[in-house]
């Protein structure tokens, strides 16, 4: 298990968060929503969409699932940067509004997300699969096989 990282609250509840050393998201602390003009408009539900996710390892793969209603597939991007940063990106796209249309509540978050992992040592990057089934995206990211002779960054010395 990961230790958790820096503590912050804000956001005017004063809600929690934690941060991981393997995750780079950013926070903001309105949740995303900002607002602009009068406050009875679209643009006020969040400019910058989230998208939650669960990582879990398992003896064989790092599974990650990230929660997307409403996304299609051709709107998400999922690509390896730097050799070992997992970017799960896209955009939840902004329903057609007819002229008539009076809205009370406007709370689904739209508009582009991205969640950045630094994957660890042991990720197989040539074996990253990944599918969208029911608004959920799964990505996994097998392990590499470990050798159980010798241990992992030490060097031996012969003895003169």
Known sequence: MTSLGSWGGGGGGGTPFFTTP??????????GAITRGGGDRREDVAAMAHAN???????????FRVDLPGVKKEDLKVQVEDSNILQIS???????????????????????????????????????SCGLEHGVL??????????????????YIDVA
């Open 53 to 63: 996710v669960d990582w879990r390892e398992t003896d064989r793969a790092h599974i």
């Open 90 to 128: 896209g955009e939840r796209v902004v329903e057609k509004e007819e002229e008539n249309d009076k809205w009370h509540r406007v709370e689904r978050r739209r508009g582009s997300f991205s969640r950045r992992f630094r994957l660890p040592e042991n990720a197989n990057l040539d074996g990253i």
């Open 138 to 155: 799964t990505v996994e990211v097998p392990k590499k096989e470990v050798q159980q002779d010798q241990p992992k960054n030490v060097r």
């Open 22 to 31: 393997f995750s780079s998201d950013a926070w903001d602390e309105y949740g």
